[in-house]
């Protein structure tokens, strides 16, 4: 096989079987959008799930590949309790917080590789937000936990966008541009049903319950979103969205200053990327639509956010 056909070979070509092996054994090397990440488990519970979540992703097995970053976890007793068994995170070697429920694996091996891309990432401005395209163009939903962006970017997705991702928005400073990086999407408690009614061909990984965040169940990232993950965009449009219980419908364009000001809060790294980061901001809001929305109706939001991309 030459070494074009081996850079294409993807996870389900190697099968559950091999895939559960090589992650117990040396690891198994995993191309997520611009992140070569090497992933090991001893945890053998999720292995189906991850493959399932996971099967549609360039997989490097060549000898000389050199990681980003190294993920791992492992089964471990609690150091009070010695039958109550736990999952350790290890990122590069090390710890980064305390033991978590073993049945609370597949959460913690998404949430460290969300804490080793924030912590890496900082030759792109990051912000916290769920970015999806449409027609060429970027979408920005900047919002902290409990706003709904992860519920609306679910269902855009699977109403003809192409993800990026639920969790970062990574701005290249210089060209304003924004790298794909498409991953299960987190949905958590309510969100998990109102998905299963608004996308039924959606393909959800195990329900995880009592965790920090609640219960949680991951949305398999589309095959041609994992497919097209070399293919950067700009930003078009930048909407802060909130999901209010019973709210009335609303969308309103928003000032500049205000939109500058709420996308710099929303970005991880804006003191550390100081200028640069600035500029970027700037750019983004000069030179995309911004909007503040507030939505209850799922359906409402997602009609409201396609018109808005299919508009001349």
């Given at each position: ?7 294409r ?12 092996a090589?992650l ?5 090397g ?6 070569d ?5 001893g ?9 399932r ?20 976890i ?25 033991d ?5 694996a ?9 804490l ?22 970027v ?50 408690n ?17 329900t995880?319950?009592?965790?920090r ?48 000001t ?16 600035f ?11 911004c ?15 396609n ?6």
């Open positions: 096989m030459t070494a074009v056909a081996l850079s070979r993807t996870i389900a070509d190697i099968g559950e079987p091999e895939f559960a090589r117990a054994r040396q690891g198994l995993v191309r997520i959008g611009p992140f990440v090497k992933l090991r488990s945890v053998r519970t999720i292995d189906s799930a991850l493959h979540l996971y099967r549609d992703y360039v997989l490097l097995d060549g000898d000389d590949q050199v990681f980003n970053i190294h993920l791992r492992v089964s471990t007793r609690h150091w009070r309790r010695p039958h109550k068994r736990m999952v350790r995170l290890l990122v590069d070697g090390r710890a980064p917080h305390e978590l429920p073993l049945d609370q597949l959460a913690v091996l998404e949430w460290g590789l969300n080793a891309i924030a912590l890496r990432s900082h030759s792109w401005l990051m912000l916290h937000s769920a970015t999806v395209e449409r027609h060429g163009g979408l920005l939903l900047p919002a902290w936990p409990g706003s709904g962006k992860t519920t609306l970017c679910t269902a855009l997705v699977f109403r003809g966008w192409r993800l990026f991702s639920d969790e970062f928005g990574l701005v290249e400073p210089l060209s304003g541009t924004v790298a794909p990086i498409p991953r299960p999407m987190a949905l958590k309510a969100s998990i049903e109102v998905i299963r009614g608004f996308a039924p061909g959606a393909e959800l990984g195990p995880i319950p009592n965790t965040k609640g219960t949680i169940a991951h949305v398999k990232a589309p095959t041609e979103s994992i497919q097209s993950s070399s293919k950067s965009a700009a930003v078009r449009w930048i909407v802060f969205p909130r999901w209010s219980a019973g709210a009335e419908f609303a969308c309103e364009e928003m000032p500049k200053l205000d939109a500058f709420m996308l710099a809060t929303n970005a991880f790294n804006y003191e550390m990327l100081g200028e640069s980061a500029i970027a901001v700037r750019r983004l809001v000069e030179t995309a639509r909007f503040r929305l507030v939505y209850s109706e799922l359906d409402r939001a997602v009609a409201f956010l018109g808005l991309a299919d508009s001349k």
